[in-house]
């Protein structure tokens, strides 16, 4: 496995639109997304807040 610095991920932008939408139940900051260290092999499921659940996700491009 490759490791490539964040800044390079496709996945930043993504993450950086979560974040800004406060999506997330326990975590407010990407500090605190990056803090997050698991054992090896293991996976974390971020739980979503209830109020973006039936959210459009690029709001700017939805009908309503």
Do not use: C, H
Not at 27 to 52: A, C, D, F, H, R
Request: aromatic share 10%.
């Amino acid at each position: 496995m490759v490791l490539i610095p964040l800044i390079y991920s496709p996945i930043l932008l993504i993450l950086a639109i979560l974040i800004a939408a406060k999506a997330f139940r326990d975590y407010n900051t990407i500090k605190e997304l990056l803090n997050i260290v698991l054992p090896e092999g293991e996976m974390l499921y971020l739980q979503w807040k209830e109020s973006v659940l039936n959210t459009p996700f690029f709001k700017s491009m939805s009908a309503r």
